[in-house]
C-alpha cells in the first residue's frame, strides 16, 4: 500500500495519500480535495483549497457564515467516504482511503432529528477529545430533556422570564424543537436565520415564533412570562438579567462541572451535549479498533493518555509529534 502522511496545519489536517486532502480550518496552499466536517466556525476555513467534500446541509449552513461551497459534494472523491457523526445537521466524519478516520466533531446518541454516529474500523483514528476526561459523563438524552423541562415548566409557572442559552447553530435547534409547545417563544435573529436553513432542509421546527428584534419593538419582552433561546454571550445576558429580571439556563457539556469558557454564573445548567461523554468516546475507539489515535480539541492530553493505559497508541494531536503513518 502506498504511504500516508498526516500533518497538523493551523486548527487543521493536511493528509497526503492517493491524493492530497485539506481537512477542516487548515492554512495551505493547494490540495486536490477539501474535506469539511460541519458548519460550526472552528472547523470552517476562510477559504477552500481544494475541490471541496461537504454535505449539501453544511454548505448551504456554511453560507450563513459567509462562505461559498456551492461546489460542495459527498462524492466528489471515490477515496473519501463521509459517515454521519451526529454532532449537528450534517456534520460528517470522513473515512478517507479506507483507512485514516477523522471523526471531526461526534456524537453516539441520537437526539430528536439527529441521528447517532456508527463509526467503521480504520487502521488510523484522528478523534475529537472535548470532553475526554472521566468526569464528564452525561445522563441520557430522555432524562436530560425531562429535568429541564420540569424546571422550564416550574419558573414559567411563577411568572419567570427565561433565556435558555446554547450555541447558534446546532444546540439552538435542539432547543427550539424541544420548546415548540410554549406560545410565546422568542429566539434570537442569528438562531432564526440557522433556523430556517434546517426548516428547508426538512427538519420540522417551528417558525411562528419572534424574533428578539420583533419581541423588542412590540414590546412583549415587557409583558408576561417568556422563553428566549440566544447565544450565551455575556452581554446579552447581563443585559436581560438587568432589564428584564430573565433566568439565565444553560445547555453544554459543560454545565455539568460548574461552568466554564463562558457558562458560568448561570441560573441552571443541564448538560445537553452534542457532544459524546467520556465513556461514550472510549467506546468509539473500541469500536473502531486503530493501530493509531490522534486526539484533537478540548482534553488530548488527558483522554490520549488514558487510551494508552487501555493498551492503545494514542498520542495528543500538536503534542509536536509529526503524524506519519506506513502500510
Known sequence: MARMTVLKSGDGLIIRGRNTYAVDKTGW?????????????????????????ASRETALLAAQRGLALQAASEDACEDVELIDSGHILGSRAA????????????????????????PPKADVLIIEGTYGRADFVFDDFGTIVQRMSEYVLEMLSKGQRIMALGYALGKSQVLTNIFTWFDRLVVSDRVDRFN????????????????????????VL?????????????????KMAQRYGALCMGFSGWTSRGGQYGWRRLDAGFPLSDHSDFKELVEVVEQVDPEETYVFCGFADNFAKHLRSLGYDAYPLGSGRRLITDF
Open 29 to 53: 496552499t493547494k490540495c486536490d480535495y477539501h474535506i469539511i466536517s460541519h458548519a460550526h466556525s472552528d472547523h470552517l476555513p476562510t477559504r477552500i483549497y481544494g475541490r471541496p467534500i
Open 196 to 219: 430556517r436553513v434546517y426548516s428547508s432542509l426538512g427538519v420540522d421546527l417551528r417558525t411562528d415564533y419572534l424574533t428578539c428584534s420583533e419581541a423588542e419593538k412590540s414590546g
Open 222 to 238: 415587557e409583558k408576561n412570562s417568556w422563553l428566549m433561546i440566544e447565544e450565551p454571550r455575556w452581554s446579552i445576558r447581563k
Open 95 to 118: 473515512l478517507i482511503e479506507d483507512r485514516i478516520l477523522y471523526t471531526g466533531d461526534l456524537n453516539v446518541r441520537d437526539r430528536l432529528f439527529l441521528k447517532g454516529f456508527t
